[in-house]
């Protein structure tokens, strides 16, 4: 199984960025799917997260009405946009899945990707 993420970069507070993670060697709309992220010296956290059948989703309270998750069955890839950024949102964010369960805690998923670099400038 391989979760690849891309989309990170260096970006100004307030301005976009749209991180995809590209899934292969899995069934893919058989798995949740799910956005974490890393700031240095903190703990994996949850980000954002849909269900296998793509109808349900779900934010950590600080990126709701910033960050949107969805996802292609076709192209086996889940999207976050990520708006209105600000230098908080600073980490690396890595790409999760779980079989048949939407992945919300760090310690429940099954794959990871290898993590892409945002970082916001004030």
């Known amino acids: 199984v391989q979760l690849v993420e891309s989309g990170g970069g260096l970006v100004q507070a307030g301005g976009s960025l749209r991180l995809s993670c590209a899934a292969s060697?899995?069934?893919?709309?058989?798995?949740?799917m799910g956005w974490f992220r890393q700031a240095p010296g903190k703990e994996r956290e949850f980000v954002a997260a849909?269900?296998?059948?793509?109808?349900?989703?779900y934010y950590e309270d600080s990126v709701k009405g910033r960050f949107t998750i969805s996802r292609d069955n076709v192209k086996n890839t889940v999207y976050l946009q990520m708006n209105n950024l600000n230098p908080e949102d600073t980490a690396v964010y890595y790409c999760?899945?779980?079989?048949?369960?939407?992945?919300?805690?760090?310690?429940?998923?099954?794959?990871w990707g290898q993590g892409t670099v945002v970082t916001v400038s004030s």
């Open positions: 849909i269900n296998s059948g793509g109808d349900s989703t």
């Open positions: 060697g899995l069934i893919f709309s058989r798995y949740g």
């Open positions: 999760a899945a779980r079989l048949w369960v939407t992945p919300m805690a760090a310690d429940a998923v099954n794959f």
